[in-house]
Nanobody
């Protein structure tokens, strides 16, 4: 019902910035809560940030709070993740996801994108 496509990944220098985008298509008129997750090699999938259907409520993982900012533009059916002060430990595949009600738990998300690779060089 909903398709999600991430973009904006790539190779970034430590301390640099990058903005990821997640474009939604399909039945986006229902207005889903959306989130970013990431998975580094050899590690479990990790919650990064989430934004409510209205865009008013946001959640952040402690590891990215103060450095990353999640936002959405419902008119464009697009969610963003602005990443600043990037560290090598931020290197991962970043996935966008959508669900009906905002949550930090990956297992509760219904739709997932294919992911975009972010590599932070030291």
């Amino acid at each position: 019902q909903v398709q999600l496509v991430e973009s904006g990944g790539g190779l970034v220098q430590a301390g640099g910035s990058r903005r990821l985008s997640c474009a939604a298509s399909g039945r986006t008129d229902s207005s889903y809560a959306m989130a970013w997750f990431r998975q580094a090699p050899g590690k479990d999938r990790e919650f990064v940030a989430a934004v409510s259907r209205s865009g008013v409520t946001t959640y952040y993982a402690d590891s990215v709070k103060g450095r990353f900012t999640i936002s959405r533009d419902n008119a464009k059916n697009t969610m963003y993740l602005q990443m600043n002060s990037l560290k090598p430990e931020d290197t991962a595949i970043y996935y966008c996801a959508a669900t009906r009600i905002i949550t930090r738990q990956a297992r509760l998300y219904d739709y997932w994108g294919q992911g975009t690779q972010v590599t932070v060089s030291s």
